[in-house]
């Protein structure tokens, strides 16, 4: 089983930039896919990106490609979001979440991950 922890959210004007971490627990890391999801009030949980167990695949929802880039370090647990150009309609709580596969496809769907952390907040004012 994997627990994910989130960190590195806060506020920041519009245009700005923040580096969201998601630390993983587990030996198995490297054989977990990760995503990226948001939920802002009101709105239902939005994907944003996912990785692939290696690293080298990324594909990411409109609303954020060319803004945002998700990366990974294996031998550190970690996966993380860079979050740059960014605009009021990007706030929202962000979480982390794993499935364990390590295929090549790729799924934007909340349900098929299974695990998730806590999420942590991201606000940008205009």
């Known amino acids: 089983q994997v627990q994910l922890v989130e960190s590195g959210g806060g506020l920041v004007q519009a245009g700005g930039s923040l580096r969201l971490s998601c630390a993983a627990s587990?030996?198995?890391?490297?054989?977990?896919?990760m995503a990226w999801f948001r939920q802002a009030p009101g709105k239902e949980r939005e994907f944003v990106g996912t990785i692939n167990w290696s690293g080298a695949n990324t594909y990411y929802a409109g609303s954020v490609k060319g803004r945002f880039t998700i990366s990974r370090d294996n031998a550190k647990n970690t996966a993380s979001l860079q979050m740059d150009s960014l605009k009021p309609e990007d706030t929202a709580v962000y979480y982390c979440a794993a499935r364990a596969y390590i295929g090549s496809h790729y799924t934007t769907r909340s349900y098929d991950y299974n695990y998730w952390g806590q999420g942590t907040q991201v606000t940008v004012s205009s």
């Open positions: 587990g030996p198995t890391f490297s054989t977990y896919a």
